[in-house]
Every structure is written in C-alpha cells, then in structure tokens.
C-alpha cells in the first residue's frame, strides 16, 4: 500500500470519526435540549401548584382571620351590652333604694290593709320597724282587722305580708322591686341596645 493511499485512508478515517462524533454530538445535544425542556416543563407545573396552593393556604388563613375577627367583634359587643344592661341594673337599684322611703311604704301597707282584710302577718325590716309599727297601730286603732306585726332581720329594706291560714306570702322591699322591675326592664334594653349598636 502506498503512502498516499495511506494518507486517504487516514484522512477519511478521520472525516468519518469526525461526522460520526458531531452526529452524536449532535444527538447528545438534542436529546440533552429536549431533557431541559421536560425539566423546565415539569419546574413550570411544579411552579403553578407550589404557587396554587399557596394561594389556596393563603386565601384560607384570610378567611380565618377574618372569621376570627368577626367572632371578636361579636364577643366585644356582647360583653359592651352585658355591661351596659348591668350599669342600668345598678342604676335602678339606686334609684328604688332613693326613693322606697317610709311614707310609700306607709301607702302600700294602708293599701294592703284595705284590699287583704283581717288575718294579716306583717314583717318589717330593720331599719322600718319602730315608724311602720307605730303607724300601724294607728291604722288599726280606727279599723276592726287582726293584723300580727313581727320583726323580721331577713328582709333588706321593707316589709313581708303574709296571710295566715292561706298559706301565701310575699315581700315588698328594695330587693324584689328591683328583681321585677329588670326582669321587665331587661328586654326593652337589650331591643334599646339591639337597635343602637350595629354587630
């Protein structure tokens, strides 16, 4: 073989190793292009569901929040009025013990005497005993009904009327004046209440 042919042969060897390499780099190159894509894709999709659940987390915890306050506001307001219709509870015990004075009681025991009639037990507070018996005893001198006057420790500020023989009682002092006025008082405050403060 000649050294020519020698040359060519080497020459075309190296021709085709170096097509055949940049083929394959080629391919290698393709492939390594397409895989990069795939990748990026697969990046892309993972991007907008990392992104959409954040979102969604997000949106949540706003919601939350927002329940949250929601709820706070409700509980400060209900607290506000239950101050509030305690504040005017207090005010109404004030102004019964003000004016629960010896002279309405003289009127509502001159009242009971009439309507109730004989058979009478009548128990006064402390603080009303000495002018309340005094005053009835008068009552009584000009009237023929039995009443009985006892002093009873257990009352605050008033008196206890009883019926003997029927069995029934009641007390009329500060105390249940107060209980049976807020009893009635307290819807029209919680509507006065309902209807000024806005939840």
């Avoid at 504040?87 to 629960?100: D, H």
């Avoid at 009478?120 to 009552?139: G, P």
């Avoid at 500060?174 to 008082?185: E, N, P, R």
């Amino acid at each position: 073989m000649s050294e020519k042919t020698l040359d060519n042969l080497i020459k075309t060897l190296k021709v085709e190793a170096i097509e055949a390499a940049e083929k394959e780099a080629a391919i290698i190159l393709e492939t390594a292009r397409k895989e990069a894509q795939e990748l990026l894709k697969h990046a892309e999709k993972e991007k907008e569901q990392i992104i959409d659940v954040a979102q969604k987390e997000a949106q949540s915890a706003l919601e939350k929040g927002k329940s949250a306050l929601r709820q706070a506001a409700r509980d400060v307001n209900i607290a506000l009025k239950n101050e509030i219709v305690q504040l005017l509870q207090t005010v109404l015990e004030r102004n019964i013990e003000k004016n629960f004075t010896p002279e309405l009681l003289k009127t509502a025991i001159t009242t009971v005497i009439e309507n109730i009639g004989s058979g009478i037990e009548l128990s006064f507070s402390t603080d009303f005993k000495e002018d309340m018996a005094n005053y009835v005893q008068r009552e009584l001198q000009m009237s023929e009904k039995r009443i009985t006057l006892l002093k009873e420790d257990g009352i605050k500020k008033g008196l206890s009327i009883a019926k003997t023989g029927k069995g029934w009682s009641f007390e009329v002092s500060t105390a249940t004046i107060a209980d049976l006025l807020s009893t009635q008082l307290n819807n029209e405050w919680n509507k006065l209440l309902k209807s000024d403060v806005k939840e």
